[in-house]
């Protein structure tokens, strides 16, 4: 089958769909919680926690790449899609019996690596075993299934927590869950290994091409770091929530140990604008923090 039938011919319908659910139903649970938050807060009664909530979510998602990567670059897919999607779903059902926003935080941190797990899959699966020609359209659908979430998903998720409850904003997930698991895990098991020997794209027909992968060079080095990163940036959060000299110690060492990693993870020049690449990062990353600051506390301020 040849990469011009198009993302939904019968060769890729199965991948596309798989890999479009899987990633859409992680993008709804990070954009529609701030939506039931004040919900949640007037049942658990805990504001000092109220933006742990979200913390939780993306530091977890760091874990979750962090986790997941080595895994892809040596064995099958299959083996960290299905785990992201059980820790995604356990942290589903954690929250959703949560009796307190401790425990919250601590489901939310397992759907953050659950959902970091997710696209990280989806994009070594573009890569390995769509053909040049269609990865752009691909990508489209990565976006898609952030998009659609992004319009639709919070005023369902607010819709759900005024007439359900909010905590089947998370449980009301997991069928969900369930069926874009089951169809993804097993359609990414034609996606060969990196280390497989892979065929010509197209020679057989109705079957996903195979392409040739290659591990990063330096997987070793950035697994640490994401993680160094990850740790650097919770204790910057909590020295901030602190008072006292142990607050501010723990807020500076946090704040150095979080430049440290991050000009290691990015490109050069990445901290100080330089043009090209590193300018173009560094705004990619203030947009996102400047989104989400927002997404997780208008909602809060509206109430």
């Given at each position: 089958m040849r990469g011009d039938d198009g993302i939904l011919a019968p060769a890729w319908r199965a991948l596309t769909i798989?890999?479009?659910?899987?990633?859409?139903?992680?993008?709804?649970?990070?954009?529609?919680?701030?939506?039931?938050?004040?919900?949640?807060?007037?049942d658990l009664r805990d504001l000092t926690l109220y933006g742990w909530v979200f913390s939780a979510f993306f530091l977890g998602q760091l874990v979750g790449i962090s986790l997941v990567a080595r895994l892809i670059d040596t064995g099958p897919v299959r083996v960290p899609l299905a785990l992201g999607l059980i820790v995604f779903a356990a942290g589903l059902v954690v929250a959703s019996v949560a009796p307190s926003m401790g425990v919250l935080v601590g489901a939310r941190v397992l759907q953050g690596i659950g959902a970091g797990a997710i696209p990280a899959v989806a994009?070594?699966?573009?890569g390995r075993a769509y053909p040049d020609e269609l990865r752009p359209a691909m990508f489209a659908v990565v976006s898609t299934a952030w998009v659609v979430p992004a319009v639709f998903g919070p005023a369902l998720a607010g819709f759900v927590g005024a007439h359900v409850g909010w905590r089947w904003v998370f449980a009301g997930l997991l069928p969900f869950v369930a069926l874009a698991g089951t169809l993804a895990v097993r359609a990414v098991r034609v996606?060969?290994?990196?280390?497989?020997?892979?065929?010509?794209?197209?020679?057989?027909a109705g079957d996903v091409p195979e392409v040739t992968a290659?591990?990063?060079?330096?997987?070793?080095?950035?697994?640490?770091?994401?993680?160094?990163?990850?740790?650097?940036?919770?204790?910057?959060?909590?020295?901030?929530?602190?008072?006292?000299?142990?607050?501010?110690?723990?807020?500076?060492?946090?704040?150095?140990?979080?430049?440290?990693?991050?000009?290691?993870?990015?490109?050069?020049?990445?901290?100080?604008?330089?043009?090209?690449?590193?300018?173009?990062?560094?705004?990619?990353?203030?947009?996102?923090?400047?989104?989400?600051?927002?997404?997780?506390?208008?909602?809060?301020?509206?109430?």
């Open positions: 798989g890999l479009f659910l899987t990633i859409f139903v992680a993008a709804i649970e990070a954009l529609s919680v701030a939506a039931v938050m004040p919900l949640v807060e007037q994009f070594a699966v573009i996606v060969p290994p990196p280390t497989t020997p892979a065929a010509a794209r197209g020679d057989d290659t591990a990063p060079s330096r997987p070793d080095r950035r697994i640490p770091l994401t993680l160094g990163l990850t740790a650097a940036a919770t204790v910057t959060l909590a020295g901030a929530s602190l008072d006292g000299v142990a607050g501010a110690a723990m807020l500076v060492g946090g704040l150095v140990g979080t430049m440290w990693a991050f000009s290691r993870l990015t490109p050069r020049g990445t901290l100080r604008l330089a043009r090209g690449v590193p300018a173009g990062v560094a705004l990619k990353g203030l947009l996102v923090v400047a989104f989400f600051s927002a997404d997780a506390f208008v909602p809060y301020a509206m109430v």
